[in-house]
């Protein structure tokens, strides 16, 4: 991997969750090509496994452990081996999250037809628990960690928080209103930790990423025969670069961020990485 800036995060010890994810696993890699020692967080053992191997294959130190963002007894043990295998965390990022089919309508819109036909998915027979539990993923998965990892950080030169927001905190997309409110919540939670934190020296940001293709959305945008459906030609067509982000484009800013030289004075702030969606009116 070619790093897009020349960041220098030697020594320096991250805390990754979803680290095996498809965008986590590419930041993992990049911080630790920066040097940093990569501690990968995540529920699957085979892709955490697979993470860890392809950064000591390149000569990075990396440790994956399974954690349960919900679970802060859970995330306080993995602190605990993580300061024993690599040391106190420097930098975490709040890669874990996602969505659910159950709280997602069928169509962008309430037809009178809708009404009428049990095969439809309304917002009227949304799944009150599946937006419970996305919310609780999403918001609590990144208060939970944010709660254990930064008090290792209270008081240290250059640590910082990186949360990863979304477009749909910006405009909520149509059919998913319960992820557009937790990642709402998430750009808004990222303002209020960057004050709160700011007197003991802890930077908090975060990335609202645009549409790339991951194990979360790839049913909505690809169709059976890996053709884009027709939310995705939308989405293609309200993009003025028109394509979907490759994840490696989510680097230059998080290797920004990270940077006190470069973003030392930066603070609070959400980042889109859309290609033009949130600047795009439609007309």
Request: charged share 20%.
């Given at each position: 991997?070619t ?12 805390a ?12 993992s ?24 191997r ?37 930098i ?40 419970e ?26 640590a ?11 405009r ?5 209103p ?5 990642k ?7 303002q ?7 007197e003991?020296?802890i ?18 945008l ?17 993009t ?25 004075f ?6 889109p ?11």
């Amino acid at each position: 991997m070619t790093l897009p800036l020349q960041v220098d995060l030697t020594g320096r010890v991250v805390a990754i969750t979803g680290g095996s994810g498809v965008l986590g696993s590419v930041m993992s890699e990049a911080l630790a090509e920066a040097g940093a020692k990569i501690a990968v967080l995540a529920i699957d053992q085979e892709a955490n496994d697979r993470v860890v191997r392809a950064i000591e294959e390149k000569g990075g130190t990396a440790k994956g452990y399974i954690a349960d963002v919900l679970s802060k007894e859970g995330l306080e043990e993995t602190r605990a081996a993580i300061h024993q295998d690599l040391g106190p965390v420097d930098i975490l990022i709040n890669g874990a999250g996602g969505n659910s089919p159950k709280a997602t309508t069928t169509n962008e819109q309430l037809s009178l037809e809708d009404m009428k036909d049990s095969e439809q998915r309304t917002f009227f027979d949304l799944d009150s628990g599946a937006v419970e539990k996305l919310f609780q993923l999403n918001f609590i998965g990144t208060l939970l960690p944010t709660q254990v990892f930064a008090q290792d950080m209270v008081g240290k030169d250059h640590a910082a928080i990186i949360n990863i927001s979304s477009m749909n905190a910006y405009r909520p997309l149509t059919k998913i209103p319960a992820y557009s409110g937790a990642k709402a919540a998430i750009s808004n939670f990222t303002q209020w930790l960057s004050t709160y934190f700011a007197e003991v020296g802890i930077r908090v940001n975060a990335i609202a990423p645009g549409f790339f293709l991951t194990a979360q959305n790839r049913e909505l945008l690809l169709d059976e025969n890996g053709d884009y459906t027709e939310r995705a030609q939308k989405i293609i067509e309200h993009t003025p670069q028109h394509r979907f982000g490759e994840p490696d484009e989510l680097l230059g800013t998080l290797l920004w961020l990270l940077e006190p030289k470069a973003s030392g004075f930066v603070n609070g702030i959400v980042v889109p990485i859309d290609g033009g969606f949130s600047a795009y009116s439609g007309v």
